[in-house]
């Protein structure tokens, strides 16, 4: 084997910004030196595996395929010459080129990190979403201290982890990338002469060796138990450091800042999941797995708990003879039952080792074992983490009493806010479940009760009667063990593990049930007769109705949004439902679905419509006197509600945010997020930030011009929705153009999920999710989602009769795009999406669909629409370009997309032999690679 050598000094003289300007192109410089070293690697690897006739395929394909970008070659040249590929020629082509994406990705996230401690080491302001920029940003408003008291009074920041199956990155290598970036880390960190470049450029070679060695694709799909571990495992690579660490920074600078305010007692930012609870349309979803993915959170954070109880035990090693403890830590001592003559005169370490004994015991008793190390005596086990953390106090308490005050801020303090934040379950996990399957299992258990034969029979009026008065009756419907259908023993099933694990680990453990398609109130009192058939809702409770399980309506659809804030009335309006909102602390949780309502209505109209359903949910709330959280369901991609987090929280509309917000986490984003501490911290501090500002600012800053504001979008919105469902939804043939033009038959080949693509069997777009909808059009390059629609609903408003002339309506449009947050965000994020657009390569995927009529006539739809969008848009912004506010993202697409081009055009020729009949196993795992490698390189691709 052969190893490159690398000239590491001469990396390092180039790796720094030092002395070139921070936000020019001559810090590029850097980045490109880095993916050129890396490059030059992967070519020698290739060049030494498979061959020098494949590295020169290889090499000579990289060099048109940026001569392409240049606009020095034409198109069709290079894809004709890949056309003619055989199908072991493109799989080294299709497999180079997916490394070559991955490797620019990595030295992207190198170079972000460079700059950010270019940019710490020259003293640079604290950069906008960072808690340091947020506080100072609130030192210079004068805000009451009743104020902060009222707006944080439910202060939560909840970021839900989901496995919606976007993510296509094997674990193995991610590994592998893992070790490259940390290999660049070390170079940029060491001062000269400290690293042995021969070994690093060895190491470098191994590396990109294993990945090129190593198979791209998952053998089977993965299973609901693969998910639930995979999601823990962002626990021990980032989260039990980072949240604990900023909810003690938060506490500390909100009491500094108002020590008079009543701060909420308990940590602002606790994570959550639906891994193992939502079973909208996963059928793997069941008791059985409920219980797995509970069980396997407790095990996590006793686990670590436990590990760090240890750590403690070794480092409080003071002496009596040397220090005096307090009278409580020499009684936790003599507790312990640790009578080693090594440790008599050490109350600390014996102490500790009676909590360890103490929270094994707790273990033993959930898990069944004791994650780690046995412990050195059999005692009491806690009941439940405050009891942990009160022992934990105790031991802070009695070290600042002999001044070692720096130990107890240190690791002691770390897991005191561990332990309150994760507790022994570690996160929330919801439940969920589709509206019509609770109607359907629901009907069956009046009938059999012989309540009402024919509960679907019922209009919404009698609905609610039957269900308010059932709701008033502590007795079950149903007796154990009755014989039931599938469906509904299934549903049942789930609800009692639910409240079999709560009963174990605590009512936080599953804190919400989440109604998918919610409509109606009756799809909410349906939920709280199966919450009261396990005894989890008491109707008969002292002190009035009562339970530990929130209920949250989603609402997903633009019709459903647009009636969000009646539906929300009306269920405060039931007697029974409105006591138990005030068993909650007045506190109701909604759900915003931001993948379906664009899936639905298109991306100005989805997005409008979730903010006037905010407006009307904010106001319902306000009306009823209840505290009202917004849990935003959120995808990676634009299409789905993705898009910086910071500015998506600041664009929220007045009292939306009102100091908590739940926000689900997806697929290829949790990586992005959460894979080290320095990314965690900064995404977690983001949403933090972000929510302490909607908080307590005037973020949207429209004051008296908001509903003339609001009025234009009404107009925009519709305009928009209409151009949308006159192509996707009106247009004859647009879903076999759809199934013929994209990859969506052969997603769900891809082994990246256990969810189904689709709800329900059927052809129509309102059957498939909205995943598979946009990962799709993103693998085309068209990301249709994302801006569709827009620029008819710009121009048609300009240039409409009536009223202001077309310069002073656009000019118009300039003033709101300048002042108001929401319309900003909402044209940035839509010029992110047109930037990644390639009509081009979308006219490859294209010459897919065989009636060449209905491949025109869509095709000029969506090619007419997007010259149409990207010039009201920069009509609008009065940019010259697309990602004038975004450089970063334009240096992105410069590095990466050159490397996407023989992917996208070997993925159109795969597909066109495999519908053709073609049936070699390589043709189809080609095809699977060339999404692979698409949807790694976009980074946001579902």
Same mark, same amino acid.
């Given at each position: 084997?052969?190893?490159?050598?690398?000239?590491?000094?001469d990396?390092?003289?180039?790796?720094?910004?030092?002395?070139?300007?921070?936000?020019?192109?001559?810090?590029?410089?850097?980045?490109?030196e880095?993916?050129?070293?890396?490059?030059?690697?992967?070519?020698?690897?290739?060049?030494?595996?498979?061959?020098?006739?494949?590295?020169?395929?290889?090499e000579?394909?990289?060099?048109?395929? #940026? @001569?392409?970008?240049r606009?020095?070659?034409?198109?069709?040249? /290079?894809?004709?010459?890949?056309?003619?590929?055989?199908?072991?020629?493109?799989?080294?082509?299709?497999?180079?080129?997916?490394?070559?994406?991955?490797?620019?990705?990595?030295?992207?996230?190198?170079?972000?990190?460079?700059?950010?401690?270019?940019?710490?080491?020259?003293?640079?302001p604290?950069?906008?979403?960072?808690?340091?920029?947020?506080?100072?940003?609130?030192?210079?408003?004068?805000?009451?201290?009743?104020?902060?008291?009222?707006?944080?009074?439910?202060?939560?920041?909840?970021?839900?982890?989901?496995?919606h199956? !976007?993510?296509?990155?094997?674990?193995?290598?991610?590994?592998?990338?893992?070790?490259?970036?940390?290999?660049?880390?070390?170079?940029?960190?060491?001062?000269?002469?400290?690293?042995d470049e021969?070994?690093?450029?060895a190491?470098l070679?191994r590396?990109?060796?294993?990945?090129?060695?190593?198979?791209l694709?998952?053998?089977s799909r993965l299973?609901?138990q693969?998910?639930?571990?995979?999601?823990?495992?962002?626990?021990?690579? =980032?989260? #039990?450091?980072?949240?604990?660490?900023i &909810?003690?920074?938060?506490?500390?600078?909100?009491?500094?800042?108002?020590?008079? @305010?009543?701060?909420?007692?308990?940590?602002?930012?606790l994570?959550?999941?639906?891994?193992?609870g939502?079973?909208?349309?996963?059928?793997f979803? !069941?008791?059985?797995?409920?219980?797995?993915a509970?069980?396997r959170?407790?095990?996590?954070?006793?686990?670590h708990?436990?590990?760090? /109880?240890?750590?403690?035990r070794?480092?409080?090693?003071? =002496?009596?003879?040397?220090?005096?403890?307090?009278?409580?830590?020499?009684?936790?001592?003599?507790?312990?039952?640790?009578? *080693?003559?090594?440790?008599?005169?050490?109350?600390?370490?014996?102490?500790?080792?009676?909590?360890?004994?103490?929270?094994?015991? !707790?273990?033993? @008793?959930?898990?069944?074992r004791?994650?780690?190390?046995?412990?050195?005596?059999?005692?009491?086990?806690?009941?439940?983490p405050?009891?942990?953390?009160?022992?934990?106090?105790?031991?802070?308490?009695?070290?600042? *009493?002999?001044g070692?005050?720096?130990?107890?801020?240190?690791?002691l303090l770390?897991?005191?806010?561990?332990?309150?934040?994760?507790?022994?379950?570690?996160?929330g996990?919801?439940?969920?479940?589709?509206?019509a399957?609770?109607?359907?299992?629901?009907?069956?258990?009046?009938?059999?009760?012989?309540?009402?034969?024919?509960?679907?029979?019922l209009?919404?009026?009698?609905? +609610?009667?039957?269900l308010?008065?059932?709701?008033?009756?502590?007795?079950?419907?149903?007796?154990?063990?009755?014989e039931?259908?599938?469906?509904?023993?299934?549903?049942?099933?789930?609800?009692?593990?639910?409240?079999?694990?709560?009963a174990?680990?605590?009512?936080?453990?599953?804190?919400?049930?989440?109604?998918?398609?919610?409509?109606?109130? *009756?799809?909410?009192?349906e939920?709280?007769?199966?919450?009261?058939?396990?005894?989890l809702?008491?109707?008969?409770?002292?002190g009035?109705?009562s339970?530990?399980?929130?209920?949250?309506?989603? #609402?997903?659809?633009?019709?459903?949004?647009k009636?969000?804030?009646?539906?929300?009335?009306?269920?405060?309006?039931q007697?029974?439902?409105?006591?138990?909102?005030?068993?909650?602390?007045?506190?109701?949780?909604?759900?915003?679905?931001?993948?379906?309502?664009?899936?639905?209505?298109?991306?100005?109209a989805?997005n409008?419509?979730l903010?006037r359903?905010?407006?009307?949910?904010?106001e319902?709330?306000?009306?009823?006197?209840?505290?009202?959280?917004?849990?935003?369901?959120?995808?990676?991609?634009?299409?789905?509600?993705?898009?910086?987090?910071?500015?998506?929280?600041?664009?929220?509309?007045?009292g939306?945010?009102?100091?908590?917000?739940?926000?689900?986490?997806?697929?290829?984003?949790?990586?992005?997020?959460y894979?080290?501490?320095?990314?965690?911290?900064r995404?977690?501090?983001?949403?933090?930030?972000?929510?302490?500002?909607?908080?307590?600012?005037?973020i949207?800053?429209?004051?008296?011009?908001?509903?003339?504001?609001?009025?234009?979008?009404?107009?925009?919105?519709?305009?928009?929705?209409?151009?949308?469902?006159?192509?996707?939804?009106?247009t004859?043939?647009?879903?076999?153009?759809f199934?013929?033009?994209?990859?969506?038959?052969? /997603?769900?080949?891809l082994?990246?999920? =256990?969810?189904?693509? =689709?709800r329900k069997?059927?052809?129509?777009?309102?059957?498939?999710?909205?995943?598979?909808? +946009?990962?799709?059009?993103?693998?085309?390059?068209?990301?249709?989602?994302?801006?569709?629609?827009?620029?008819?609903?710009?121009?048609?408003?300009?240039?409409?009769?009536?009223?202001d002339?077309?310069?002073?309506?656009?000019a118009?449009?300039?003033?709101?795009?300048?002042?108001w947050?929401?319309?900003?965000?909402v044209?940035? &994020?839509?010029?992110? +999406?047109?930037?990644k657009?390639d009509?081009?390569?979308?006219?490859?995927?294209?010459?897919?669909?065989?009636?060449?009529?209905?491949?025109?006539?869509?095709?000029?739809?969506?090619? @007419?629409?997007?010259?149409?969008?990207?010039r009201?848009?920069?009509?609008?912004?009065?940019?010259?370009?697309?990602?004038?506010?975004?450089p970063?993202?334009?240096? *992105?697409?410069?590095?990466? #997309?050159?490397?996407?081009?023989?992917?996208?055009?070997?993925?159109?020729?795969?597909?066109?032999?495999?519908r053709?009949?073609?049936?070699d196993?390589?043709?189809?795992? &080609?095809?699977?690679?060339?999404?692979?490698?698409v949807?790694?390189?976009?980074?946001?691709?579902?």
């Amino acid at each position: 084997m052969s190893e490159a050598t690398v000239d590491v000094a001469d990396l390092r003289r180039n790796g720094g910004p030092a002395g070139a300007d921070p936000d020019g192109r001559a810090d590029d410089a850097p980045l490109r030196e880095d993916i050129r070293v890396l490059g030059r690697v992967l070519g020698e690897v290739i060049g030494e595996q498979a061959g020098i006739d494949v590295l020169d395929l290889v090499e000579s394909t990289r060099v048109e395929s #940026f @001569a392409v970008r240049r606009s020095e070659v034409a198109r069709p040249a /290079l894809a004709d010459r890949l056309s003619g590929l055989d199908v072991r020629a493109a799989n080294h082509v299709i497999r180079a080129f997916s490394h070559f994406s991955v490797l620019a990705n990595l030295a992207e996230d190198i170079h972000h990190e460079r700059r950010r401690r270019f940019h710490r080491r020259e003293g640079s302001p604290p950069q906008q979403g960072s808690l340091a920029a947020t506080f100072a940003l609130l030192d210079q408003h004068d805000i009451p201290d009743e104020v902060v008291s009222r707006e944080l009074a439910g202060a939560l920041v909840c970021p839900v982890v989901t496995a919606h199956p !976007t993510e296509v990155r094997r674990k193995t290598i991610f590994q592998v990338q893992r070790q490259i970036t940390d290999l660049f880390r070390q170079r940029d960190r060491a001062a000269p002469g400290e690293l042995d470049e021969q070994e690093w450029s060895a190491h470098l070679w191994r590396s990109v060796l294993t990945l090129w060695q190593t198979a791209l694709l998952r053998l089977s799909r993965l299973r609901l138990q693969d998910e639930i571990d995979e999601a823990l495992r962002y626990y021990e690579l =980032s989260l #039990f450091d980072v949240v604990p660490a900023i &909810n003690a920074e938060v506490r500390r600078a909100l009491a500094q800042r108002w020590p008079e @305010a009543s701060l909420p007692s308990r940590p602002m930012l606790l994570p959550g999941s639906w891994i193992g609870g939502d079973r909208d349309g996963n059928p793997f979803v !069941t008791a059985d797995a409920l219980r797995r993915a509970t069980t396997r959170q407790a095990e996590t954070a006793l686990a670590h708990h436990l590990a760090e /109880l240890e750590a403690l035990r070794d480092e409080l090693s003071m =002496s009596d003879r040397l220090v005096t403890p307090t009278p409580e830590l020499y009684a936790m001592a003599e507790a312990s039952r640790d009578d *080693s003559p090594f440790r008599g005169d050490e109350p600390y370490r014996r102490a500790m080792n009676g909590m360890h004994a103490r929270l094994a015991a !707790t273990a033993r @008793a959930v898990l069944g074992r004791v994650p780690g190390s046995a412990p050195h005596a059999e005692l009491t086990p806690y009941d439940s983490p405050d009891e942990l953390r009160a022992d934990l106090d105790v031991v802070d308490a009695s070290l600042r *009493s002999h001044g070692a005050g720096p130990l107890a801020d240190h690791r002691l303090l770390r897991l005191r806010e561990a332990v309150e934040v994760f507790g022994f379950h570690l996160c929330g996990l919801d439940l969920r479940q589709n509206s019509a399957v609770h109607e359907e299992v629901v009907g069956e258990l009046l009938a059999w009760a012989g309540v009402c034969d024919d509960y679907a029979a019922l209009d919404e009026a009698a609905r +609610v009667e039957l269900l308010a008065g059932e709701l008033t009756m502590r007795r079950p419907l149903v007796r154990p063990g009755a014989e039931l259908s599938e469906l509904a023993r299934g549903e049942l099933d789930v609800v009692v593990a639910a409240a079999e694990q709560m009963a174990l680990l605590g009512p936080r453990a599953i804190p919400n049930y989440v109604i998918s398609m919610c409509e109606s109130v *009756s799809d909410v009192l349906e939920v709280a007769v199966l919450l009261k058939e396990v005894g989890l809702l008491d109707p008969g409770a002292e002190g009035g109705p009562s339970c530990p399980v929130g209920i949250s309506p989603l #609402f997903e659809t633009i019709d459903d949004l647009k009636g969000a804030g009646t539906t929300l009335a009306a269920m405060l309006d039931q007697p029974l439902y409105r006591a138990l909102v005030t068993s909650r602390g007045d506190a109701q949780e909604v759900m915003l679905g931001y993948s379906d309502s664009n899936k639905d209505g298109g991306y100005l109209a989805a997005n409008w419509a979730l903010y006037r359903a905010e407006l009307e949910l904010v106001e319902v709330a306000r009306a009823n006197g209840i505290r009202l959280r917004l849990f935003h369901g959120r995808g990676g991609t634009v299409g789905r509600g993705g898009g910086p987090s910071y500015e998506a929280i600041r664009a929220q509309p007045p009292g939306a945010v009102a100091g908590a917000l739940r926000i689900t986490e997806q697929g290829e984003v949790i990586a992005a997020k959460y894979a080290d501490p320095d990314l965690a911290r900064r995404n977690l501090e983001a949403l933090v930030a972000a929510t302490l500002e909607s908080s307590l600012l005037d973020i949207e800053g429209l004051g008296d011009d908001a509903e003339p504001a609001y009025a234009l979008l009404d107009d925009l919105a519709a305009r928009a929705q209409q151009a949308y469902r006159a192509l996707v939804h009106d247009t004859p043939g647009f879903v076999e153009w759809f199934r013929a033009a994209t990859p969506i038959g052969e /997603l769900a080949e891809l082994n990246i999920g =256990s969810r189904p693509p =689709s709800r329900k069997a059927g052809d129509s777009i309102a059957d498939l999710r909205a995943i598979p909808w +946009v990962f799709s059009w993103s693998q085309t390059r068209i990301m249709l989602p994302g801006w569709f629609g827009t620029g008819t609903a710009l121009e048609s408003y300009v240039g409409s009769d009536g009223g202001d002339s077309s310069e002073d309506k656009l000019a118009r449009l300039r003033e709101l795009h300048r002042r108001w947050p929401f319309f900003r965000t909402v044209l940035s &994020n839509m010029g992110m +999406v047109l930037a990644k657009t390639d009509l081009g390569l979308e006219a490859r995927y294209a010459e897919l669909v065989p009636d060449e009529e209905l491949r025109s006539r869509v095709f000029d739809q969506i090619t @007419a629409e997007h010259e149409r969008t990207c010039r009201m848009l920069l009509a609008v912004t009065g940019d010259e370009d697309l990602l004038a506010d975004n450089p970063s993202l334009a240096r *992105s697409i410069r590095n990466r #997309f050159p490397y996407l081009e023989p992917l996208h055009h070997l993925q159109v020729e795969m597909l066109r032999r495999r519908r053709a009949g073609d049936d070699d196993e390589l043709t189809r795992r &080609n095809i699977q690679l060339t999404i692979n490698g698409v949807a790694t390189a976009l980074r946001n691709s579902g």
